[in-house]
């Protein structure tokens, strides 16, 4: 989806829509069963879908989130097997945070440690504890202690207590040249608020600024990134309904923004667009929901595919590299 990248105009202030959070990070990986058992057996995620890239059929979708698949608790994945790796730099999303109890960082530190998972503890620049560590393919992943997250969390099939796992998404990271030109587009374009400043970084916050709504903007980094295996290929933010993306789009196309058009990816309807820094992003509707082809108990047991590609079913599911759930 190739979109520009920079933007010379300067934005009017768009009062009519805000996001309400984080509604998914999508990324890309390398081996799908190294992905899959990385966010099921380690971290604990639940597969709630099992489809393929709508663009790209012949690779594995993959969608992790809590027992419902609500928004603002997805990660999602592209694992395409032979991969290069892709390089941390400016324009890219360069970490991805989970929200965990604060109590509980001590137990994944346990957890970690009897995996052999490398990690390290430290505190986010607002005094919260956090474990950084990466996954399999070197994509830079957080566990943030966090208080007063009342998402429940998933007790599936990882041996995690639901009062140690992981809430949902708690803030993403984007790396950048410059702060000024992103630092506009969220906050006159996407309505966010300057949460809080730091000499290193700003933080910009959605909807009540708490856990699933947070965007860091990390400025001064020089280097380009290169968005390949292990790295975001693109964010999602929250829009309540069609009505409200549709106004939103719309917004966006007069002020002379790129914006694809509305787009079906079955359990929710997108569109895209680059922020100046060069980062893809993209708004997405909270329903229809991951329970819209099969039962909530059955989330991720079987290959999904939207109506107009289950003609070639067959092909597809041939095309895929196997994996077992």
Same mark, same amino acid.
């Given at each position: 989806?190739?979109?520009?990248?920079?933007?010379?105009?300067?934005?009017?202030?768009?009062?009519?829509?805000?996001?309400?959070g984080l509604h998914h990070v999508t990324a890309i990986a390398s081996d799908p069963q190294r992905n899959l058992d990385f966010y099921t057996k380690v971290l604990g995620l639940r597969l709630v879908k099992q489809t393929v890239n709508f663009d790209a059929p012949?690779?594995?979708?993959?969608?992790?989130?809590?027992?419902?698949?609500?928004?603002?608790?997805?990660?999602?994945?592209?694992?395409?097997?032979?991969?290069?790796?892709?390089?941390?730099?400016?324009?890219?999303?360069?970490?991805?945070?989970?929200?965990?109890?604060?109590?509980?960082?001590?137990?994944?530190?346990?957890?970690?440690?009897?995996?052999?998972?490398?990690?390290?503890?430290?505190?986010?620049?607002?005094?919260?504890?956090?474990?950084?560590?990466?996954?399999?393919?070197?994509?830079?992943?957080?566990?943030?202690?966090?208080?007063?997250?009342?998402?429940?969390?998933?007790?599936? /099939?990882? #041996?995690?207590? !639901?009062?140690? +796992?992981?809430?949902?998404?708690? @803030?993403?990271? &984007?790396?950048?040249? $410059?702060?000024?030109?992103?630092?506009?587009?969220?906050?006159?374009?996407?309505?966010?608020?300057?949460?809080? /400043?730091? #000499?290193?970084? !700003?933080?910009? +916050?959605?909807?009540?600024?708490? @856990?699933?709504? &947070?965007?860091?903007? $990390?400025?001064?980094?020089?280097?380009?990134?290169?968005?390949?295996?292990?790295?975001?290929?693109?964010?999602?933010?929250?829009?309540?309904?069609?009505?409200?993306?549709?106004?939103?789009?719309?917004?966006?196309?007069?002020?002379?923004?790129?914006?694809?058009?509305?787009?079906?990816?079955?359990?929710?309807?997108?569109?895209?667009?680059?922020?100046?820094?060069?980062?893809?992003?993209?708004?997405?509707?909270?329903?229809?929901?991951?329970?819209?082809?099969?039962?909530?108990?059955?989330?991720?047991?079987?290959?999904?595919?939207?109506?107009?590609?289950?003609?070639?079913?067959?092909?597809?599911?041939?095309?895929?590299?196997?994996?077992?759930?």
């Amino acid at each position: 989806m190739e979109l520009e990248n920079h933007y010379s105009v300067f934005f009017t202030v768009i009062t009519n829509v805000k996001p309400h959070g984080l509604h998914h990070v999508t990324a890309i990986a390398s081996d799908p069963q190294r992905n899959l058992d990385f966010y099921t057996k380690v971290l604990g995620l639940r597969l709630v879908k099992q489809t393929v890239n709508f663009d790209a059929p012949h690779i594995w979708h993959l969608y992790y989130g809590d027992r419902y698949g609500s928004p603002t608790s997805i990660l999602t994945f592209f694992p395409w097997p032979g991969v290069a790796s892709g390089i941390e730099g400016s324009g890219l999303t360069t970490s991805t945070s989970f929200s965990v109890p604060a109590e509980s960082i001590g137990w994944w530190q346990k957890r970690l440690k009897s995996l052999q998972i490398d990690f390290e503890v430290s505190k986010t620049t607002d005094g919260l504890e956090v474990i950084r560590l990466r996954d399999n393919d070197g994509m830079r992943i957080e566990l943030v202690g966090t208080s007063g997250d009342e998402r429940s969390g998933w007790d599936g /099939e990882a #041996s995690i207590p !639901a009062e140690m +796992a992981i809430r949902g998404l708690h @803030s993403i990271q &984007l790396s950048q040249q $410059l702060l000024e030109p992103t630092a506009i587009m969220l906050t006159e374009m996407l309505g966010m608020k300057l949460n809080q /400043e730091y #000499s290193s970084m !700003a933080q910009f +916050a959605m909807s009540d600024g708490g @856990s699933g709504t &947070l965007v860091d903007v $990390l400025p001064g980094v020089r280097e380009r990134g290169l968005q390949a295996g292990g790295t975001v290929h693109h964010v999602a933010f929250r829009a309540p309904n069609l009505t409200t993306m549709e106004t939103w789009r719309q917004e966006l196309t007069e002020q002379g923004i790129p914006v694809t058009e509305i787009m079906d990816r079955q359990y929710f309807k997108s569109i895209y667009f680059r922020e100046p820094g060069g980062v893809l992003f993209e708004i997405a509707t909270d329903d229809p929901g991951f329970d819209i082809d099969e039962p909530l108990l059955e989330l991720g047991k079987k290959l999904k595919l939207p109506p107009w590609l289950e003609p070639s079913r067959e092909q597809i599911a041939q095309s895929l590299t196997r994996i077992e759930v």
